[in-house]
């Protein structure tokens, strides 16, 4: 059993491999924290959270308990106004102008399995074996608010995931305003906070800084989890490393606005959240009516912040991304944006697919440009039909050219967005988010389409569909290049209107489920600008999203690194482009490009056509390397060796399930004179193994390479990178 109750105690007990996640009933009405950390028997739980009196400024709401406090109390789910001053995870607004609520237990229950969230994403079993859940139906007896708070334990995937639901039982409608997935009170406050952010073409640098008095967060307040931030916090104890040390870690399943932080209180103690931000947030909950949040994933490791990203990623590789690309392996591909930009034709497009055929590419991606008047991005997007000055012959002709190569067709899409010079917004000026009277503020010269609106999810459904059944498209680039503004919808009430944003989340994930189970054998890709939208909320859909506009071999060191806090690498898009890139203007090799690029999802965006003999003999060199490692790129497990966010040499390497295969891979950014002599020790080997390091004939045991190391790689130029194999003998 994964979950225990004790009931004499009124303690809840949840275990997985690895794990204890511990609360009590205090009173036998009050969910308080007590645990939360390496698995322990837990025989004297109940004893593990003291409580004592303080000052008269922390009030007591149960009299004759001088030692309890709210104010103190390690809670589950606070809610707001009944004497606990710090931040709330629930509040609600009622009709009588007040927004105190007191949630008390009235029941629970233990399940096999774990129930899926109604709309939203979240984390599946394939086997009520799998997991349990338990419910836990707290109750505000003036409103009939009732909320009820789910906790699954993945017992062998070794994670535990919350979500909240809040259902009116009550007479009168509330206005919910705060409704975040997951709060715990830790005992104190000695923790490193973690976080990923950046901007666009900068995403997910890894920040770390010791916590400190009062509020600390992230939040996105864009509509989408952005660029700027992503959906995910970690509290590390301080002299946490790599491989070392107690780290815990929460996710969020969601691709909107979010919130994430940790309050720090007087007595030192850290609540850490996460959940829909409430900033222009608003649900209005009739009679009868229940509320979903999204669910928080949340994962302990004691094997510092590696052990974490490992168990993250094994989960949302295989518990959260779905169909038939969860487990195949992903083809090499060449896109046509960095070579042609908007200016192609077919036999341009053919050209360049088919060097790629000659060189071992297998899937050739037609991007932005195919459709409406598109020959800038000023206009057309809504208008989902081939542009056929460019392409007289259709998408059929295009794909069918490409599948007599011997290769793959795929299409890039930007669904969600609409231009106000196009046929679609002439016919439809209310589709997209506005607020009447006020200017509409346009990014990239175009307007979001109001997917909150079940009119506009219908449209998207049949439009998109019509373009998948046109022609044999095989894989699809799912993009979406700006942020919400004037968030307001045409078919909501004022009351509404602060829903805007989160219904439209419900209706993008309406429409993505009924487009990507409708076409099960398209390997859809999720894009934002890059890698504004790279959350696990779109990793249900999508098993892998383009990691960054950003192509640059060295600017995707810290990418691909940061990312890898918490995706896996199967999830992440990454290609070689042209140099000098065309982002930061950089010159790196081929063969470092290539290494690096061969760390993700492979691919190319440049022109095959312009490669002398000797690049051509480099990349089909690479293509081939990578089909013999992509199965342990794509699936094996992942171990960061050296930071990019730490000194001049990033490392990283793969190792295969049964630890008898393994890669490496060694970049420097830039040349030394006289530089150290440095050793490269691996990581995750099986010790009493021996390993050859393919191309030699040099021998190693798994305990010399871990433990000894090797020498480290030497260059004689900026950006030098390696790839070292090895096979157990």
């Known amino acids: 059993m994964a979950i225990h109750y004790d009931a004499s105690n009124r303690l809840f007990h949840l275990q997985t491999a690895g794990t204890s996640y511990a609360f009590e009933l205090v009173e036998g009405r009050y969910p308080s924290h007590v645990y939360w950390g390496r698995r322990i028997r837990g025989q004297q739980l109940h004893r593990l959270v003291e409580r004592s009196m303080r000052p008269s400024f922390s009030p007591l709401p149960v009299p004759g308990r001088h030692d309890l406090s709210f104010d103190t109390m390690p809670h589950e789910y606070p809610g707001y106004g009944n004497s606990d001053y710090r931040s709330p995870a629930f509040e609600a607004r009622y009709n009588n102008g007040s927004s105190v609520t007191d949630l008390q237990y009235e029941s629970h229950e233990i399940i096999s399995g774990k129930l899926a969230l109604p709309g939203l994403p979240a984390v599946y079993v394939e086997s009520d074996h799998e997991a349990q859940t338990l419910r836990i139906k707290l109750r505000d007896s003036l409103s009939g608010l009732v909320v009820t708070l789910s906790y699954t334990v993945m017992e062998k995937l070794d994670a535990i995931t919350r979500s909240v639901s809040i259902s009116n039982e009550g007479s009168e409608a509330v206005e919910l305003r705060r409704v975040l997935s997951m709060s715990l009170d830790m005992p104190d406050d000695r923790y490193d906070l973690l976080q990923l952010s950046g901007a666009w073409s900068r995403e997910r640098d890894v920040y770390r800084s010791p916590l400190r008095p009062g509020m600390q967060s992230i939040e996105s307040r864009r509509g989408s989890s952005s660029h700027m931030q992503n959906p995910f916090i970690a509290l590390l104890e301080h002299g946490a490393t790599e491989d070392t040390g107690s780290v815990y870690g929460v996710s969020l399943v969601y691709s909107g606005s979010f919130l994430a932080g940790v309050e720090v209180d007087q007595f030192r103690t850290a609540r850490l959240f996460i959940g829909i931000n409430p900033f222009d947030f608003g649900w209005r909950l009739e009679a009868g009516e229940t509320f979903q949040t999204p669910e928080a994933v949340l994962v302990y490791s004691p094997d510092g912040l590696g052990g974490m990203s490992r168990i993250y990623h094994e989960l949302y590789r295989t518990r959260l991304c779905r169909g038939q690309y969860r487990d195949a392996e992903r083809p090499v591909l ?14 341009k497009l053919e050209a360049i697919a088919s060097v790629g055929s000659e060189l071992g590419i297998e899937l050739f ?79 990239r010269q175009q307007l979001i389409l109001d997917l909150s609106r079940p009119d506009v999810q219908q ?41 805007t944003a989160h219904r439209y989340m419900l209706g993008l994930y309406n429409v993505l489920e009924k487009i990507t189970s409708a076409f099960p054998n398209v390997l859809f890709e999720s894009c934002s600008g890059g890698g504004g939208r790279f959350d696990p909320g779109i990793l249900y859909y999508m098993p892998q999203t383009w990691t960054s506009d950003n192509t640059d071999a060295v600017s995707r060191l810290r990418i691909q690194y940061g990312t890898s806090i918490v995706y896996p690498v199967s999830a992440m898009g990454a290609h070689i482009s042209e140099v000098p890139n065309h982002q930061v203007g950089r010159i790196t090799s081929l063969e470092t490009r290539g290494h690096v690029a061969m760390s993700g999802n492979f691919g190319y965006e440049l022109d095959l056509t312009k490669f002398s003999d000797e690049d051509k003999a480099i990349v089909r060199n690479q293509i081939a390397e990578y089909k013999a490692i992509r199965p342990l790129v794509q699936f094996g497990d992942f171990y960061r060796l050296h930071s990019p966010f730490e000194g001049n040499v990033t490392s990283w390497m793969f190792v295969s399930k049964d630890r008898t295969e393994s890669m490496v891979v060694y970049v420097q950014v830039l040349n030394e004179p006289n530089e150290p002599l440095g050793r490269l020790k691996l990581k995750g080997l099986d010790p009493s193994r021996d390993y050859r390091l393919i191309g030699t004939d040099r021998i190693y045991g798994g305990d010399e390479l871990m433990y000894a190391g090797i020498a480290a790689p030497r260059f004689n130029r900026d950006f030098g990178s390696a790839m070292l194999r090895f096979v157990a003998e």
């Open 334 to 347: 060449v896109n046509n944006w960095e070579a042609t930009y908007f200016d192609f034709d077919a036999d």
């Open 459 to 499: 449209h998207l459904i049949e439009t998109i569909s019509g373009v998948l059944n046109s022609a044999p498209i095989s894989y699809v680039k799912w993009d979406m290049n700006r942020n919400m503004t004037e968030i307001g919808s045409a078919l909501l009430p004022p009351e509404r209107q602060r829903e």
């Open 365 to 443: 991606v037609l991007d932005d440009g195919w459709f409406g008047r598109r020959n800038d991005d000023t206009s057309s997007l809504g208008d989902w039909f081939v542009n056929e000055q460019k392409l007289p012959g259709g998408l059929q002709d295009v794909a069918g050219r490409i599948n007599k190569l011997g290769m793959r067709f795929g299409l890039w899409v930007e669904p969600e967005m609409v231009s106000p010079d196009s046929e679609l917004y002439r016919a439809h000026p209310d589709w997209c988010l506005h607020v009447p009277g006020r200017y509409r503020t346009e990014g």
